[in-house]
C-alpha cells in the first residue's frame, strides 16, 4: 500500500501548517515537499485549495512544486477542465484527480482517460452516506447527489479508469477515521482504491491495508505529529 503525505496550499502558502513537535515543519510548500521527500516519502498529494474552492489558484506555486520534485506527485483540487490537467502533466504530475462533479461527465472521462491513459487520470470520488457529495468549486459543487459513490466508481471502471482517490467529505480533516468500509466496497470492483479524508491514528493505516487499498492520504494527524513518517511508512510496508 501506497503512502500519500498531503501538501495542501492556500494563498500561497501551506494551508495547515504542521506542528513544531514534528521535525517536517515548515510552512513553505517548497520546503515541506522536500522535506517529505528526504524523509522517505516516495509520493506526495498536492492539492491547491483555493482553486478547489473558486477562490483563485496558486498556479505558479503548483508549477515550482513540480518542477522541484524529486519523487511522484498526485494533484488534485478541483480539476474539471480538460485544458488544467494537460498543463498540469505537462509541469510533471505523474497523476492527476479529477474531482468528483466532473468525473460524473462520462464524456469528460472518456476524453481524459484516451488522451491521457489510467495510469495518470484518477477518479476523486467525495461522499456522504455513501452518495455523492462534490465539493469546492472548480469541478466541485454543492450538497449531496442522489447518485451513490458505487454507481460513479462502476461507471468509471466500465470507461477504463483504474484508480479512485475516495473521501467521505464529514470525516476530511476530522481525524475520525477513514471510511473503510466505503472504501472497500469499490475497491471490491477492481479498482485500486486510495482513501483520503480522516485518518487519525496508525491503526487506520494498518485496516487500510488489512482491506487492501492501494493507498492512504495523510495530512492533518502527520503533520499535528500524532504519528511520524517512518511509522506510517512501516506501517503501510
Do not use: K
Not at 510552512?27 to 491547491?48: E, N, T
Not at 488489512?210 to 502527520?222: K, W
Amino acid at each position: 500500500m501506497d503512502l500519500y503525505p498531503a501538501v495542501d496550499v492556500q494563498g500561497g502558502g501551506v494551508a495547515r501548517a504542521p506542528d513544531a513537535r514534528d521535525p517536517l515543519d515548515p510552512p513553505d510548500p517548497l520546503a515541506l515537499a522536500a522535506a517529505l521527500a528526504r524523509a522517505g516519502a516516495r509520493w506526495l498529494h498536492f492539492v491547491d485549495l483555493d482553486r478547489a474552492y473558486g477562490r483563485g489558484d496558486n498556479r505558479e506555486l503548483t508549477r515550482a512544486v513540480l518542477a522541484a520534485a524529486t519523487i511522484p506527485v498526485q494533484v488534485g483540487g478541483g480539476l474539471g477542465r480538460e485544458e488544467a490537467v494537460a498543463e498540469l502533466l505537462a509541469w510533471g504530475a505523474t497523476r492527476v484527480v479529477l474531482g468528483t462533479q466532473a468525473a460524473s461527465d462520462p464524456g469528460l472521462v472518456a476524453r481524459l482517460l484516451a488522451r491521457h491513459g489510467a495510469a495518470r487520470v484518477a477518479i476523486g470520488i467525495d461522499a456522504r452516506d455513501g452518495r455523492l457529495a462534490p465539493r469546492g468549486g472548480g469541478g466541485g459543487g454543492a450538497g449531496v447527489s442522489g447518485e451513490t459513490a458505487l454507481a460513479l466508481a462502476e461507471r468509471v471502471r466500465n470507461q477504463g479508469a483504474r484508480t479512485v482517490i475516495y473521501t467521505d467529505v464529514a470525516r476530511d480533516g476530522m481525524l475520525a477515521g477513514p471510511d473503510i468500509a466505503g472504501a472497500r466496497a469499490l475497491a471490491a470492483l477492481g479498482l485500486e482504491v486510495i482513501a483520503s479524508g480522516g485518518v487519525a491514528s496508525l491503526a487506520d493505516l494498518r485496516q487500510a491495508r488489512a482491506a487492501g487499498l492501494a493507498g492512504a492520504i495523510v495530512g492533518r494527524a502527520l503533520h499535528e505529529g500524532r504519528f511520524t513518517l517512518a511509522e506510517a511508512l512501516a506501517c503501510v510496508a
